[in-house]
């Protein structure tokens, strides 16, 4: 099947606010899935091909941890800190292969032995920083789902991220990740797209200087026109938070009426793919909605209804 003529449609889905739920949880998991195997095929044409060729696309633990802050917001429909860490801690002890850094393991191990809180293990990390990196941002989709219409939503993900990453960059930048979320899935795609009304958004939501000055730089960028190649190195391509997740906001704007593309500027521009194409792809799916990702696509994402359940009961506790 050639790129041109990928389809997408899941029966009996609406073209409403459910859909954006499932769009944003299914676009990320296959950001995800689909940036972990651009690593082995960095060009668009290869890479296509071999999503194309594979039986099941597999996600990492971007998805497993973006699932299980799924199931305790679903669960208890608020953050519970607790909760929350012992849902992730023990979805990595079912399936530690997922890929994880070595940061979880290591909390999860600290409190289980010190019997500290998550947060409070969380903050002694990394010498007492806590942790910048993007696993918060990464896992954020839920939030920004639910909490779309929320004025706490920063203080909402602000406390899902804590319990991992400590760092107030490290929460800054998971906090305006769930606030492009939160924005994109309450546009109309049919509507005219505004990417520098939507980055202004972002840039008065964060709360440090160094999210802030991203933002700020993605915007100029957009406005300059600069390609990906030129944008990821201006923007940074490591873990950090503050790194990587800019350039998953670019992704998306440079490509906001296109999942497919916003998926491949995200994953074929060097860094963090997996990480990128799962942030990059929550925001595309959430604006876009399910429809429009292609469904030979996700009709082969691993774990697929279990996803799509969990979306769709985000969005019913919501409504």
Not at 104 to 117: I, Q, Y
Not at 178 to 207: C, H, W
Not at 290 to 309: C, G
């Amino acid at each position: 099947m050639t790129e041109g003529k990928l389809k997408s449609r899941t029966p009996g889905m609406g073209s409403g606010l459910k859909e954006k739920y499932v769009g944003g949880m299914i676009g990320s998991a296959l950001g995800d899935a689909i940036g972990e195997i651009a690593y082995g095929y960095p060009e668009r044409s290869l890479l296509l091909a071999q999503v194309n060729r594979l039986e099941e696309l597999s996600y990492t633990d971007d998805t497993a941890m973006a699932i299980g802050l799924a199931e305790s917001v679903k669960n208890l429909e608020r953050i519970n800190q607790k909760d929350l860490g012992d849902t992730l801690n023990r979805n990595y002890s079912r399936e530690p292969w997922r890929g994880y850094a070595q940061g979880p393991p290591t909390l999860f191990a600290l409190v289980e032995r010190s019997g500290m809180s998550y947060p409070d293990a969380a903050h002694t990390l990394f010498g007492g920083s806590g942790s910048l990196g993007n696993g918060a941002a990464m896992r954020i989709v839920p939030i920004g789902l639910f909490f779309h219409k929320s004025a706490q939503l920063y203080e909402h993900a602000r406390a899902s991220a804590e319990v991992t990453h400590a760092h107030p960059v490290g929460m800054d930048g998971a906090a305006v990740q769930a606030r492009a979320i939160a924005q994109a899935v309450t546009m109309d795609p049919k509507e005219p797209f505004s990417s520098e009304t939507f980055v202004q958004g972002l840039i008065e939501f964060a709360r440090t200087p160094e999210i802030r000055r991203k933002m700020i730089l993605v915007q100029k960028i957009l406005a300059e026109k600069t390609p990906p190649q030129a944008a990821g190195n201006k923007l940074g391509r490591t873990v950090a938070v503050h790194e990587s997740m800019p350039f998953a906001i670019y992704s998306f704007l440079r490509h906001p009426k296109s999942f497919a593309e916003c998926l491949f500027c995200a994953v074929l521009n060097g860094g963090d793919l997996d990480t990128l194409g799962a942030m990059a792809c929550a925001i595309s799916g959430a604006y876009l909605g399910i429809e429009a990702i292609p469904a030979a696509w996700h009709a082969k994402l691993e774990n697929q209804a279990p996803i799509v359940d969990l979306a769709i009961a985000l969005y019913e506790r919501n409504s």
